[in-house]
């Protein structure tokens, strides 16, 4: 029943490369300030994930890959980056202003994560499977790179995006590492991804209208 | 059967409540929900005690002791908490603070919350567990910004921030586990709680090592455990009262419970007792990190929130201490916690709408304005803080024997000094409030007798427990002590 489309050793080639662009992409939105930007960025992400899994499904023949890219294309490639869209354009807010530090600064920083997540997962499992030189590190860099660029930010909005990132390099490392998860999970999990963007942006829009702005740094009052 | 029931009635009844518009329909449609809830959930829990675990829908539903005494703590709050809410809104209402129109998305909100907690703790695979702890997580911070105020706004924000930054670390301990397991079943059920189990001495330590590490750091943040509790103060003091009760009494619970189960795994995949010192050591921080903000305190539901943090951490120590007397003390003040918070927290509600203020110094002379609630105040501050005779002392005390018992005398010595500390500072705050002279002439203002009915429901368990324990109540307990300590049987 099963048709297996695509080689092993082709699949593992593949799901090396998406993972060293998916980390790619990652550092390239915390380095950028637009948020419609960074919303696209997101949207990338998403279309990497989704050739993952679908690549991942071609190797594996099974139905539950087909239907698991099905649905990162629905919910990570096109829902998430279309509400976010559309907070974007009832926020008073269009990019991230005064930077907590400054790119010059970041970027040698977030090497140093990306170093460091190489250094720590090379020896934690021996290559199997799709566990490639870049795949597991790949991820853990984008998980650290997502917590990162949540801690430099100020708007709400592209917290969200960051805190999407840090799942993204999860649900990754799921794939690569075990081929998703069971079926059900990955549906409980994708409902909760698109619940957890409409309750975010629902309450960063009411942020915005209580505060004028979207700027979490004005949340300061409650304190000890 | 009933157990379907069970998971099936509190969507129904949010569902009736968002379909109607006249509150007196919506508050009879809740108070009847949240009864029939509370009377399954009773089935249920019986069944399971009296028969051992119970499944459904295949193997996909598993409830065995540790998820009945949790189904047990919440089925309990939510009838008495549902009930408080009826009065609590109606005045809210009147004051102003809420408009007629949220009230069907306050009940919608309020039930679809009791069910994703009944679904955290009956599912039987540990992905779908995250699922469901995750959902709470996003049901609760509506509640929790349901005022709409900036203060209650910022709260929620960061509420669902830092608790789904957790709980993505969360899944990564999930997902270690998976594949844990998969290299022993290939199959999908390598999730399924009962599966794993039946593995957990093959699965390979190391990876079950990180994956504690993981799960402890996600799910511990959304129990509240210090240091990652920052949100929790901000939360569980801006919520609605009747929800704070939720958050604090029954939703860190629900959280504990997830580490819990893969504590039990971590324990015997990997040797050591590795995951048992993880939980002492964040469990004592908790406990040692709440004691400065307890002394400091001037807000009333910031103290509660953070008597939770030390409370959570009490009990984390007592599971991680572990022995027959530990994990039996756990179980029982998990429960005890419950019921006294929630009683507080009631309380609380009464006297934030009375006052119009949550800072202690101005909520003074409660005995005389408020005679009930202030002796209930009284009552319940003594229980929170440990004096006999109330439940929570019993409890208290077994954990403190089970750190003489396992030799931890750190343990002894940093729960002793802080039990102390808590005890004398929370009952200052308590004498302040309820004999203190106040500073301004109060309005005249009574409660609907139904109120004083919630607040009957744990203060009574409270002082029931604590002179006279039940033998089936006794026995559950030894039942999931058991559990805890070998497995499922």
């Given amino acids: 029943m099963t048709t297996i489309l695509l080689s092993a050793a082709a699949a593992r080639g593949l799901l090396d490369t998406i993972s060293v662009l998916l980390l790619a992409v990652v550092l390239c939105s915390l380095l950028v300030y637009q948020l419609d930007l960074a919303i696209a960025l997101l949207a990338v992400q998403g279309g990497l994930l989704t050739a993952a899994a679908g690549i991942v499904a071609l190797a594996t023949g099974s139905g539950h890959g087909y239907l698991a890219a099905a649905l990162t294309l629905a919910v990570k490639a096109i829902a998430v980056p279309v509400m976010l869209l559309w907070v974007l354009q009832r926020a008073p807010v269009r990019f991230e202003q005064q930077p907590v530090i400054s790119r010059k600064l970041a970027l040698p920083l977030a090497v140093g994560l990306i170093l460091f997540s190489y250094f720590a997962t090379g020896s934690l499992v021996a290559p199997e499977g799709y566990l490639t030189a870049n795949t597991l590190p790949a991820a853990v860099a984008v998980l650290l790179l997502g917590f990162f660029t949540m801690l430099l930010r100020r708007k709400a909005l592209s917290q969200i995006v960051a805190l999407i990132a840090m799942e993204n390099g999860l649900y990754l490392a799921a794939v690569i590492a075990t081929r998703g998860l069971p079926l059900a999970v990955e549906m409980g999990v994708a409902l909760d991804v698109l619940i957890a963007v409409a309750v975010m942006g629902w309450v960063s829009n009411y942020l915005g209208s209580t505060f004028q702005s979207l700027d979490v740094d004005r949340l300061r009052a409650l304190r000890g | 059967m009933f157990l379907i029931a069970l998971l099936g009635l509190p969507p129904l009844t949010a569902v009736l409540c968002r379909a109607f518009r006249a509150p007196s329909v919506i508050a009879s449609i809740h108070a009847l929900g949240g009864f029939a809830t509370l009377c399954l959930?009773?089935?249920?829990?019986?069944?399971?005690?009296?028969?051992?675990?119970?499944?459904?829908?295949?193997?996909?539903?598993?409830?065995?002791?540790?998820?009945?005494?949790?189904?047990?703590?919440?089925v309990v709050l939510d009838f008495a908490a549902a009930l408080y809410s009826i009065g609590y809104l109606q005045r809210e209402v009147q004051s102003g603070a809420v408009p007629v129109s949220q009230l069907p998305w306050y009940y919608c909100g309020y039930h679809t919350f009791i069910w994703t907690m009944l679904v955290t703790v009956s599912v039987n695979n540990l992905g779908l567990l995250w699922v469901a702890v995750e959902a709470t997580t996003l049901v609760s911070a509506l509640l929790v910004g349901f005022h709409r105020t900036p203060a209650a706004l910022e709260a929620a924000w960061k509420y669902l921030i830092l608790c789904t930054v957790g709980i993505v670390i969360a899944l990564f301990g999930v997902l270690l586990t998976y594949y844990a397991s998969t290299r022993l079943t290939a199959g999908e059920s390598g999730l399924d709680w009962t599966v794993l189990m039946a593995h957990a001495g093959q699965l390979d330590p190391g990876i079950m090592r990180l994956a504690f590490v993981f799960v402890l750091i996600g799910f511990g943040t959304k129990a509240g455990l210090a240091p990652l509790h920052n949100w929790l103060p901000d939360a569980h003091s801006q919520a609605p009262s009747p929800i704070s009760a939720l958050l604090s009494g029954v939703l860190l619970e629900c959280a504990l419970y997830a580490i819990f189960r893969f504590h039990m795994l971590a324990s015997i995949a990997v040797p050591g007792g590795f995951s048992s010192r993880a939980l002492v050591t964040l469990g004592l921080i908790s406990v040692s990190v709440a004691v400065p903000f307890i002394v400091v305190q001037r807000d009333l539901k910031r103290l509660l929130?953070?008597?939770?943090?030390?409370?959570?951490?009490?009990?984390?120590?007592?599971?991680?201490?572990?022995?027959?007397?530990?994990?039996?003390?756990?179980a029982l003040h998990l429960f005890n916690h419950a019921i006294a918070k929630a009683l507080l927290f009631f309380v609380a509600g009464n006297l934030t709408q009375r006052y119009g203020t949550t800072r202690m110094s101005r909520i003074r002379g409660v005995v005389r304005a408020m005679p009930v609630t202030g002796s209930l105040l009284l009552m319940g501050m003594f229980a929170i803080t440990g004096l006999p005779p109330f439940a929570i002392f019993l409890s208290e005390f077994g954990i403190v024997g089970a750190g003489f018992a396992q030799g931890?005398?750190?343990?002894?010595?940093?729960?002793?000094?802080?039990?102390?500390?808590?005890?004398?500072?929370?009952?200052?705050?308590?004498?302040?409030?309820?004999?203190?002279?106040?500073?301004?002439?109060?309005?005249?203002?009574?409660?609907?007798?139904?109120?004083?009915?919630?607040?009957?429901?744990?203060?009574?368990?409270?002082?029931?427990?604590?002179?006279?324990?039940?033998?089936?109540?006794?026995?559950?307990?030894?039942?999931?002590?058991?559990?805890?300590?070998?497995?499922?049987?």
């Fill in chain 2, 408 to 489: 931890n005398w750190l343990a002894v010595a940093i729960l002793i000094v802080a039990l102390g500390i808590v005890f004398a500072a929370a009952f200052g705050h308590a004498l302040d409030m309820a004999f203190g002279r106040p500073r301004t002439s109060l309005e005249k203002l009574t409660f609907p007798r139904l109120r004083g009915g919630a607040l009957a429901i744990p203060a009574g368990l409270m002082v029931l427990l604590g002179v006279y324990m039940p033998p089936a109540f006794n026995s559950a307990l030894q039942q999931v002590a058991g559990l805890l300590a070998s497995g499922p049987r």
């Fill in chain 2, 41 to 74: 959930g009773l089935v249920v829990v019986g069944r399971v005690f009296a028969d051992g675990p119970v499944t459904a829908v295949g193997a996909s539903v598993y409830v065995d002791q540790l998820s009945a005494v949790l189904i047990a703590v919440i």
């Fill in chain 2, 305 to 330: 929130a953070y008597s939770s943090v030390e409370h959570v951490g009490l009990i984390a120590t007592a599971i991680g201490l572990g022995g027959s007397l530990g994990l039996y003390a756990g």
